[in-house]
């Protein structure tokens, strides 16, 4: 039996000079640093780094440039591409015009349907005429989302905001703001994309990425795992310090997200060794994936057994368990996620049979069971 090669590249980074960083159980080999917007960090020598910006609390997301094997000269594939806004559309055109100019774009993957990662897919595979890969469930989600534009959101909408509690007001003003603001910042994208299937193996140069999806987030998330290099693009399947959004999206308002998010973290704590070094797209490059996932889980059910107990002294709404589960004022322009967030944890003990419902003037007011 053939033995393993060993790995190409040491991915303990230790050799970049930057002095590793722990913190909250988790390692961050690179510390603190990161490249600037449309810088490109290398990571490995077929393993490029780099920061697009996104506004708000997230500030930026990152993005990666894989070695690829190219028709003629030297080629490279990109894994997720930035919001379709003006800065980010002039930070690729400055790498395009610079560091990236002898070299030529392969192909284009996307991790996912959300707008800072399929973002300039679309205007990317259109210039370059090159495939975006995809998981399918994700990219029928962008193009079905991108092309949803209306002057108002439809009435079903507005029944489910009041449903989950948003006052007549909140309800008001979301009838005239209009509905499709995902399209505003997600590029047209191809008529056909290509498939990315769990358990699918895509080689990208001298890397073979087996791709892992897992639920919750979005639908489909698309992970890709290096295991001979001990490397994921995780995407915002697993990311170091925030939590990502877990809700109840429109498109499938009866789902539980939730239930759907601890199994993937199970799946993922299963299938991926400890010493795995996590590309997040926020935040940094850190290892301890075990302890992250663990963390991840345990602060769901920690949120889950505090909103049992509160519905056992009160009946509530969605809307009226942030308080309990962010601890921290929600403003107008979270205030949507928060909601699919707080209807996704009810929805878990409901269906947990924690949990029930009963609907007064189609408010859902939840109890104790
Ligand atoms: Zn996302």
């Not at 591409?81 to 100019?101: I, N, Q, R, Y």
Request: with cysteine; hydrophobic share 40%; proline share 5%.
């Amino acid at each position: 039996m053939a033995t393993k090669a060993p790995p190409a590249y040491d991915m303990s980074l230790v050799d970049h000079g930057f002095e590793a960083k722990e913190l909250k159980g988790l390692t961050y080999p690179l510390g603190d640093h990161a490249p600037g917007y449309g810088e490109i960090y290398k990571l490995a020598p077929d393993l490029g780094w780099t920061r697009m910006p996104v506004p708000g609390n997230l500030n930026h997301i990152n993005l990666w440039l894989l070695d690829d094997d190219a028709a003629e000269g030297e080629g490279y594939a990109i894994a997720d591409t930035g919001l379709f806004m003006p800065d980010t559309v002039e930070h690729w055109k400055s790498m395009f015009a610079g560091v990236l100019s002898e070299r030529q774009l392969t192909r284009i993957f996307v991790t996912h349907f959300h707008p800072d990662h399929v973002g300039c897919a679309g205007w990317l595979a259109n210039k370059f005429k090159v495939s975006v890969w995809m998981n399918r469930t994700e990219w029928l989600l962008a193009r079905l989302m991108s092309a949803d534009v209306r002057d108002h959101p439809p009435e079903e909408i507005l029944r489910r905001r009041k449903f989950y509690g948003y006052d007549e007001e909140r309800v008001e003003k979301m009838r005239v703001g209009g509905w499709g603001n995902f399209a505003r910042a997600v590029s047209r994208l191809p008529t056909g994309h290509h498939r990315l299937d769990d358990k699918a193996v895509v080689r990208v140069g001298n890397r073979e990425w087996t791709i892992m999806t897992g639920g919750g987030h979005t639908p489909e998330h698309a992970c890709m795992v290096d295991h001979h290099n001990g490397v994921i693009i995780a995407g915002d399947q697993i990311l170091p310090r925030i939590t990502s959004n877990v809700s109840i999206m429109d498109s499938e308002p009866e789902a539980d997200p939730l239930a759907e998010w601890l199994a993937s973290i199970a799946k993922f704590r299963a299938a991926l060794p400890d010493d795995m070094l996590v590309l997040p797209a926020h935040g940094f490059p850190f290892k301890g994936v075990h302890a992250r996932l663990d963390r991840l889980a345990s602060g769901h059910h920690e949120q889950l057994d505090r909103l049992e107990a509160a519905l056992r002294t009160k009946e509530m709404r969605a809307v009226d368990t942030f308080g309990l589960l962010f601890g921290r004022p929600i403003d107008d322009g979270i205030y949507g996620l928060a909601t699919g967030e707080a209807m996704a944890h009810l929805r878990y003990l409901e269906r947990a049979g924690r949990a029930r419902i009963e609907i007064r003037d189609g408010v859902g007011w939840f109890h104790a069971a």
